[in-house]
């Protein structure tokens, strides 16, 4: 059985738990845990071409751009919920923003979908707290209010083939999973 919980940091801060909202909806609706501003990604990306470049051959490699990432800190802006998400074997959490959030405010998830893994849950170094990697398509800065409703996440069972080898152990948190043997 899946349990939604306050991480730590959250515990005494009044947020709504994930929750749906009418007999036959699939997700639960998620909120912000605080206020976070999603920058233009219009504006990011002309700060970007005024900082660095184009290369001659008009690409940059997978590496190139990870490490322009990290030198810049132009990014998907990290929406954070306050939740963590305890979940049975064979189901993931999957992450996406409610059906009405592009529409009306030009906000879409970076990903497109995120997935929660039950492995997440309480991991060492961010103890399985569940983010929105958010990224704001209009001309103008959006602010993202504690307790707005931005994300929604749905419980689905999932498959692995019969020549799976599995066996690792998850050693790390969001977007930095390794795996030990």
Known sequence: MAKFEKVTKYADVDIAMPAIKTAHSAGYDMVAAEDTIIPSWLAMNKNIAESFPVPEDSY???????????????????????????????????????????LKYWVMLANGVGIIDADYYNNESNEGEIFLQMVNFSPFNI????GEAIGQG????????DNDNHGGKRNGGFGSTTITE
């Open 60 to 102: 940059i490699d997978l590496n190139t751009m990870a490490q322009l990432t990290k030198t810049s800190g132009f990014r998907p802006t990290l929406v954070s919920t306050g939740m963590k998400c305890k979940l049975a074997p064979g189901t993931y959490l999957e992450l996406s923003v409610r059906s009405s959030t592009p």
């Open 143 to 146: 602010m993202i209010k504690k």
């Open 154 to 161: 749905i419980i689905k069972p999932y498959l692995t083939t």
